[in-house]
């Protein structure tokens, strides 16, 4: 290549997960042991047929569904998200805090634009989404990591002590990818007090808030009359209703952050997609059953990989929640090159911990991500007996 390369763009590492199906590169797999592939984080089933007729109906009788639209997105949708949320968190929450992204990677980029710039600090907890790191990377953005304490829920007070006049923001996912943690509702708590006391922003990446156990909300951030002072959520509705190829996501901040806000969205990609809007806000008014039916599934997922690990008592299970399970391994050798491995020697791909801690990470070499979002209890159950038959 002899153009020049932006120096922040080429020392980004390249995505995670394209990098491990790479690994697959040549290798073949037999009828009797297939691949299990639980490397990413994101359902591969359709969408209800339902779901998939009002897009069908909404492609062939809706006109304007193929027209550019609103910056930030369907108004119908985005009073739709005030509502619902409003009900769900016990707070009040407006139309006019609600936008909508190009999925919730793009919200996090959209948002991250309109807070730091090269040279600023943004603090990620870890181990952390890959994701972020990247695009913080790509902009001169420095990452501070902000180790978890027990059990993987990190500590206002342990944060405190990394901010600097250049700390910008600090993001927490919960539940947590690739944790699977779910933060308690003291703990975002504090952490909405410390931003507020130090002038930050707090982004709280609630991806996976359909799958979380518990019952009841799972914050009082949004009780705050307040809140918008200090809090940004994002949101992603491909997860809740297998949405990924529509790419719809959602950012609730106050209206002057969505002003700025549009001026990114509105550069990059003018608007959110049409389709995958109308299919968001038909889920939203008509999928609440079968959103709950999907919850229990992956619910009784997790019991099974928690009880699972409970049988190999080598390995050490750090978190476990939403769609990932996050595991200490018990070999020798690091978990990049033991990811590798595992592809050939038990026909299983995983993410390594490398991918979600600082480069050179003690902790990183020892851990490994395991996403059962496309795996049954019946895939768990072989995907046990193939790791108990590992060797060093």
């Keep these: 290549m002899t153009h020049p390369l932006n120096p922040h763009m080429a020392a980004t590492f390249p995505p995670p997960v394209m990098e491990a199906r790479r690994w697959l590169t040549g ?53 739709e998200i005030a509502k619902q949320w409003s009900a769900s968190y016990g707070g009040e929450v407006l139309a006019s805090q609600t936008a909508i992204t190009q999925g919730c990677n793009q919200a996090f980029c959209a948002v991250m634009s309109t807070l730091a710039a090269a040279g600023d600090e943004v603090i990620l907890p870890t181990p952390w989404y890959f994701n972020h790191k990247m695009w913080l ?26 901010i ?27 952490f909405r007090d410390l931003c507020r006391a130090r002038g930050l922003a707090l982004i709280v990446d609630e991806t996976y808030r359909d799958f979380d156990s518990r019952e009841g909300r799972p914050h009082d951030l949004f009780t705050d009359p307040d809140w918008d002072d200090t809090l940004i959520q994002l949101y992603s509705f491909s997860k809740a209703y297998r949405l990924t190829g529509h790419r719809v996501g959602a950012v609730v901040a106050s209206p002057e952050r969505l002003f700025q806000i549009e001026k990114f969205l509105d550069t990059v990609a003018i608007c959110p997609n049409q389709l995958g809007q109308i299919a968001a806000l038909w889920g939203m008014q008509n999928l609440a059953q079968w959103l709950a039916g999907e919850r229990a599934e992956i619910l009784t997922r997790r019991s099974a990989m928690i009880a699972g690990f409970a049988a190999l008592p080598d390995w050490k299970l750090l978190g476990c929640g939403a769609y990932f399970a996050y595991v200490e391994h018990p070999f020798a050798e690091a978990s990049d090159a033991l990811c590798q491995r595992l592809v050939h020697d038990a026909g299983l791909l995983m993410l390594p911990g490398t991918m979600f801690q600082p480069e050179g990470s003690a902790e990183g070499k020892r851990q490994i991500r395991i996403a059962f979002a496309n795996v049954d209890v019946t895939g768990i159950a072989e995907t046990f007996r193939r790791l108990a038959e590992v060797r060093g």
Excluded: C, W
């Excluded at 297939?34 to 591969?44: C, D, E, F, G, H």
């Excluded at 250049?166 to 779910?182: C, D, K, Q, W």
């Design 164 to 190: 600097t006049p250049n700390t910008r923001a600090i993001v927490l996912v919960s539940p947590n990818n690739p944790g699977g943690v779910e933060y308690p509702a003291e703990t975002l708590a504090a």
């Design 27 to 79: 290798v073949t797999f037999p009828p009797d042991r297939p691949l299990i592939n639980i490397s990413q984080a994101a359902p591969v089933d359709l969408p209800p047929l339902a779901l998939r007729k009002a897009i069908a109906d909404a492609a062939i009788n809706q006109p304007e569904a193929h027209l550019y639209g609103p910056v930030l997105g369907l108004p119908a949708l985005r009073a």
């Design 137 to 162: 990377d790509m902009q001169g953005v420095k990452a501070v990591p902000l180790a978890a304490g027990a059990g993987l829920i990190p500590e206002a007070e342990a944060a405190a002590a990394l």
